[in-house]
């Protein structure tokens, strides 16, 4: 079974860039089809679809977000990794890694606290 595992500060200051790993065990990042995902929820709000990289490494982003995102992988340590630049308080949320396939997801990361704050 697939175990998805976020990691990184959790706390950013303001304008700096958001750097959070996802490590992934169980299952390979490279396995056909899947794509592995950044979803956020800031507080006392829904899930918000971040951007994804899929098995062959190709990027897809949210519209809203795409100016400030990056998403990439390390296939020698089945990670990928979410940086988010330029971050404001707005910006704070828990951070979740997730897999999916055919657009279901199958499999969440716990989620990690970023607080964005002088």
């Known amino acids: 079974q697939v175990q998805l595992q976020e990691s990184g500060p959790g706390l950013v200051k303001p304008s700096q860039t958001l750097s959070l790993t996802c490590t992934v065990s169980g299952g390979s990042i490279t396995t056909n089809y899947y794509h592995w995902n950044w979803i956020r929820q800031p507080p006392g709000k829904g899930l918000e679809w971040m951007g994804a990289?899929?098995?062959?490494?190709?990027?897809v982003y949210s519209p809203s977000l795409k100016s400030r995102t990056s998403i990439s992988r390390d296939t020698s340590e089945n990670q990928f990794t979410l940086q988010l630049k330029f971050v404001t308080p707005e910006d704070t949320a828990v951070y979740y890694c997730?897999?999916?396939?055919?657009?279901?997801?199958?499999?969440w990361g716990q989620g990690t606290q970023v607080t964005v704050s002088s």
């Open positions: 990289i899929t098995y062959s490494g190709s990027t």
């Open positions: 997730a897999r999916d396939s055919l657009a279901e997801y199958d499999s």
